[in-house]
């Protein structure tokens, strides 16, 4: 099933699209399969987390996710996301889609649909038209020779990032039971070296502008800690992690932590109805402030 008509919306799990009368809305892939997985289970509770096991897999279960997702898609479907009449909630139970006859998949769109879709197309192929009249001329010819692999182990590796003034990267091995560590490895020798000593998940990595910090967000017992660790490049070493600051009331959405040149780090987090902030911290006074909040994502 690619398509699904919840009230005046209808919904295009292959484009990640919600569609009214007024707009096409594109959606993350990831609440659209947490609307696909209620979907397969529709006029049925299902829990937190049987969604979250069900759409991230192994990952360790956060329920803010779950909730993160729920409220992005009432924002979308729902006429009162206050009295929701499509995903209903229930208290220590989970979630449910509830949907009438009436609710049909593979309708037939109508020119109301049809406009806001062939608007949106129109002013896509006219931007990259743009760019690419711009852009095409200016652009250096690279030729490619060689691929060759950053690191060399069989486990999965995430969250790599290159530091600015070095030829070392930072990123996160999931060796044997899923239990993750943070590596350094220099590129121009092959050398590589752990830095972290206590197995859990890890994320988010950033170096500082001149490459002698690494931040990190680290998961221990539910909770996420914003951490750095100071780097010696050529010895490929780290000082023992410096705690900046715990997370409990929202949750670190950013893809990785940004360093200014003054040694602040900024980041994006999330909180409930899907309200984003944006947040920087200081590291000499480990003092946070909210430099601006958005309602959405």
């Known amino acids: 099933m690619t398509k699904l008509k919840i009230g005046k919306s209808m919904v295009d799990f292959e484009r990640c699209q919600i569609i009214n009368a007024e707009n096409v809305t594109s959606v993350e892939p990831k609440v659209m399969d947490v609307l696909e997985c209620l979907q ?7 829990s937190q987390q049987r969604i979250f096991e069900s759409v991230w ?7 803010s996710s779950v909730q993160r997702s729920i409220a992005i898609l009432r924002k979308l479907l729902e006429q009162n996301t206050k009295s929701p009449q499509f995903i209903i909630t229930h208290p220590k139970r989970g979630y449910s889609l509830v949907l ?4 049909r998949t593979n309708f037939s769109f109508s020119k109301a649909y049809i406009l806001p879709i062939l608007s949106s197309a129109l002013i896509m192929i006219l931007s990259l038209g743009l760019w690419w009249a ?27 990032v290159l530091s600015p003034v ?3 990267v930072a ?9 993750n560590q943070i590596w350094l490895k220099k590129l121009s020798t092959g050398e590589e070296r752990q830095i972290t000593q206590t197995a859990t998940k890890y994320s988010k990595l950033g170096w500082s502008k001149d490459g002698s910090a690494l931040a990190f967000l680290e998961l221990q017992q539910s909770q996420e800690h914003l951490r750095y660790s100071t780097i010696d490049s050529y010895q490929l070493s780290a000082s023992a992690a ?3 600051a715990s997370f409990k009331e929202w949750q670190v959405n950013s893809s990785q932590f940004q360093w200014s040149a003054i040694g602040d780090i900024y980041f994006s987090t999330e909180g409930e109805e899907a309200v984003t902030q944006l ?6 006074t480990q003092q946070i402030q909210t430099l601006k909040t958005f309602n959405g994502n």
């Open 279 to 284: 947040k920087r911290i200081s590291v000499s």
């Open 242 to 244: 410096i705690t900046l």
């Open 57 to 63: 897999g192994n990952a360790i279960f956060n329920p």
């Open 171 to 179: 990123f996160v091995r999931i060796g044997h039971n899923k239990q």
């Open 100 to 103: 009438d006859d009436q609710e």
């Open 40 to 46: 397969q289970h529709k006029n049925q509770v299902i």
């Open 134 to 160: 711009t852009s095409s001329e200016s652009l250096p010819k690279v030729d490619f020779s060689l691929l060759k692999p950053l690191t060399s182990s069989e486990a999965s590796e995430t969250n790599l």
């Open 166 to 168: 070095t030829d070392v």
